[in-house]
């Protein structure tokens, strides 16, 4: 089955800092990458998602990228803000299996 | 539009107690639904997948006859913890996917909490 690594677990910048956070998948047949936003005690909330035919896509501060030959995206997060101080989650829906496996998630803290 | 909600939110049931947890889809559809665990700051995990009107497809590892899911309408599952066990606390979790839109995007839900004492 599919396998989403994420890192890294935990991230700490300072506001106004850009934030990097990447993922990899196994397999192949992955054609859907979403993130997740978490914040404590809430249901995760989709923040940007790229499909397998798009190299990038951005949203205001947010970007996304997939490098399909290598298996692995990347959320960018510029000019953070105290507010994005929160847990994100990648995943990866198999395709064939229609389903979405998730990365193990990263802790952001947006400091001061 | 694209709402879920969850019923209860939070519960708290002793030992070898059964406890029921609904999902809705609000404003929509949904011909699949799933339910996720989590455990504290963990990831989700994904224990099955339903479809209305047939058996939910149960992830390796997930005791089908202890997590009963019935997916009776294109807008509700359930999930019923039967005989639950402190380690079945977590925060569960339910999404729903439309029938018609993005193939793809999930819709969850705000979560139950379930404590086993």
């Known amino acids: 089955g599919e396998n989403v690594e994420q890192h890294p677990s935990t991230l700490s910048v300072q506001e106004g800092d850009s934030a990097v956070i990447k993922c990899t998948y196994s397999?192949?047949?992955?054609?859907?990458f979403p993130w997740y936003k978490q914040e404590l005690g809430k249901r995760p909330q989709l923040i940007i998602d790229?499909?397998?035919?798009?190299g990038e896509k951005k949203d205001q501060r947010i970007a996304v990228t997939l490098n399909k030959t290598a298996k692995h995206f990347s959320l960018h997060i510029t000019e953070t803000q105290p507010e994005d101080s929160a847990v994100y989650f990648c995943?990866?829906?198999?395709?064939?299996?229609?389903?979405?496996?998730f990365g193990t998630g990263t802790r952001l803290q947006v400091t001061l | 539009g694209a709402v879920v909600s969850q019923h209860p939110s939070w519960v708290i049931c002793k030992s070898g107690t059964s406890v029921k947890i609904e999902c809705r889809s609000l404003?929509?559809?949904?011909?699949?639904m799933f339910w996720y665990r989590q455990f504290p700051k963990q990831s989700l995990m994904l224990m099955a997948t339903s479809n209305e009107g047939s058996k939910a497809t149960y992830e390796q590892g997930v005791e089908k006859d202890k997590f009963l899911i019935n997916h009776a309408s294109l807008t509700l599952s359930t999930l019923t913890v039967t005989s639950a066990h402190p380690e079945d606390s977590s925060f569960y979790i339910c999404?729903?996917?439309?029938?018609?839109?993005?193939?793809?995007?999930?819709?969850f839900g705000p979560g139950t909490r379930l404590t086993v004492t």
């Open positions: 397999d192949s047949a992955s054609n859907y």
């Open positions: 995943a990866a829906d198999t395709g064939t299996a229609s389903k979405l496996t």
């Open positions: 999404s729903a996917r439309r029938t018609s839109g993005s193939p793809y995007e999930q819709y």
């Open positions: 790229i499909r397998s035919n798009v």
């Open positions: 404003d929509f559809q949904a011909t699949t």
